[in-house]
């Protein structure tokens, strides 16, 4: 079967295997090992590829196990969805503490990357809620790890690579309700953005920008900050379940040197007219482009990277603005381009992605070269500012960035399991 990840880069064979039943699950994985886990299909790049080999579909491990009414603790297989979670659980009062720009992803995908949302700051990654999970080597071993073990800080962020996770216990957060109070400010620089985001840090749960990629060192954005409101404003209704979608793959890119600017510049007027308080219900506010099917087909056929980084506080001004510039000059990014800041918190997992500091996060139409050219300019300016980029998104990382922007890659790999490979870890940590 050719499988192709969100990026749609590329269109593989690979074999498939579904893993429907815990019982039947060992047998299945020691019969096809090496491979690596396939959820949803989300990740950007080549972290749930296996060209040629095998790939353990965890989509159908989707089933809710138990959960506490009084607690919050829910304990569900790793195929199941944060939307599904969230749908389920958020009229009853609980709710994810942290989830990504998307809830069409698996639980087991979440930990594998230990994804974060818009309020590190306050809550950490997904791993930080995480309280324990099963574990399945490929030899048949099945492991309990919690969070005081090696194996469990491995496997928060380990991109799969460490066992097949079949189920886990998070701990979900109370709400009273699902709508957010909201307020936007429009930003007219790097550093009105950096003072923004430092004054909203003890007030604020929830802090993210949109940024003009083509403004360059002198930008301009949007920066959206948001807390959970007690009870939903009167006259307000959820969101219509409705949604739109790419029908179809043009034969190129709809981002491109033609419609980049102008969009932009309608984007910014249009958000900046709703400048100030407003409310929101927490579904389009958390993840926007989940309203729009497929529409990572926007790209055309030659597909699209995104390029996600963060950079340590003290170089991020400086680091930032040479981003910017060289994205503005090479005429590159797209419409969906996020800058925000990430507290100073430990990390749950030897390979987790935050650090504190700022990230930038561009997607970027596939156009050969000229953007894998770029992507040398942006790595050699994350590199000098002490940063690292984001395994989940990442499809062309030099295995030497990974190492020097990982420190903890050494002991990790003491945890790697034999039985399990990807395109992305023969890339980064050879066969």
Known sequence: MKISSWGRLSQDKHHVISLSDHHQAAGLIQQSNPGICFGNGRSYGDVCLNPGGTLWQTSTLNRFIHFDEQTGRLRCEAGVLLRDIQRTLVPRGWMLPVTPGTQLITVGGAIANDVHGKNHHVLGSFGDHVHAFRLLKTDGTLLDCSPHTNLFKATIGGMGLTGIILDAELQLRAIKSPWL?????????????????????????????????????????????????????????????????MPLTPPLSLVNGLSLRPFNE?????????????VAHYEPFSYPLDALQHWNRMYGPRGFYQYQCVVPRTNARDAIAALLDSIRHAGAGSFLAVLKTFGDRPAPGLLSFPMPGATLALDFPNKGSKTLQLFSVLDNIVREAGGRLYAAKDARMPADMFAAGYPNVPEFLTHRDPGISSAMSRRLFGS
């Open 181 to 245: 109070t909201t307020d936007t400010v429009p930003y007219h620089s790097l550093d009105e953005f950096f003072e923004l985001a430092d004054a909203s840090e003890q007030a604020w749960e929830h802090t993210v920008s949109w940024i003009d990629c083509l403004s360059g060192s002198q930008a301009r954005g949007i920066f959206l900050r948001a807390n959970h409101a007690d009870a939903a404003p009167a006259g307000n209704k959820a969101p219509s379940a409705k949604q739109l979608t």
């Open 266 to 278: 309608l984007y910014y007027r249009l958000q900046a007219r709703k400048a100030g308080p407003s």
